[in-house]
């Protein structure tokens, strides 16, 4: 029972690289999320999507894109890394109203 | 927009004692519902409680209990009996129709 697996664990980059997280889910839930951790920030929502083939702007958009291809995969994308980007990423997934669940997180480090 | 404030960056408290984590949060709407999330070193992101706006009675889960007042937007977590495995950060949010909204958290130390 996997739940939500993000992939990778840990990443370097070097400012203007480009990357792609995946975040997948076998819950078959319909609503899934990307959030942002921050020291003192809390979690910050950068993108979402209520189905297949949707999404939608969190808070801190801006410097990321996202894919929902398929119902099971949620894909967040930095097209060219900035060292604002150094952070933890988590993925979530969940039922309409029901309680998120989370990946683990991938902590990314961009120098 | 909703906000969610959590006042007390950091808590301690001695291991069996309890301990308090408060939470506030601005919404105009009705109906809604509030989570408490524990993160431990480990970073993982684990469900504590949730409370939904409609009902009257506070939600208990073992030794973690709220109390939910709404007419203050008012939702703070009561943690009995502290344990060692408590100490974590503990995050306060708040979801309607949209996904989570996250307080900036607690960082909850419990003293041996």
């Known amino acids: 029972n996997a739940g939500v697996t993000q992939t990778p664990k840990f990443r370097v980059l070097k400012t203007g690289q480009s990357m792609t997280l995946l975040c997948a889910q076998d819950m078959n839930h319909e609503y899934m999320y990307w959030y942002r951790q921050d020291p003192g920030m809390g979690l910050r929502l950068i993108h979402y999507s209520v189905g297949e083939g949707t999404t939608a702007k969190g808070e801190v958009p801006d410097g990321y894109n996202v894919s929902r291809l398929k119902k099971q995969n949620f894909l967040l994308g930095l097209e060219s890394a900035a060292p604002s980007q150094t952070s933890v990423y988590f993925c979530?997934?969940?039922?309409?109203?029901?309680?998120?669940?989370f990946g683990d997180g991938t902590r990314l480090s961009i120098l | 927009a909703q906000t969610v404030t959590q006042s007390q960056p950091e808590m301690s408290v001695q291991e069996a004692e309890t301990v308090t984590l408060s939470c506030t949060y601005d919404?105009?709407?009705?109906?809604?519902?509030l989570f408490w999330y524990k993160q431990p070193p480990s970073r993982q992101m684990i469900l504590v409680i949730r409370q939904e706006a409609y009902k009257q009675q506070n939600a208990t889960e073992n030794r973690f209990s709220v109390n939910f007042q709404k007419a203050a937007k008012s939702f703070s977590l009561k943690i009995s009996d502290s344990q060692l495995g408590d100490a974590a950060m503990y995050f306060c949010?708040?979801?309607?129709?949209?996904?989570?909204?996250f307080g900036k958290g607690t960082r909850l130390s419990v003293i041996a």
């Open positions: 919404t105009s709407e009705s109906d809604y519902y």
């Open positions: 979530a997934s969940s039922y309409a109203y029901e309680p998120q669940h």
């Open positions: 949010a708040y979801r309607r129709s949209t996904p989570l909204v």
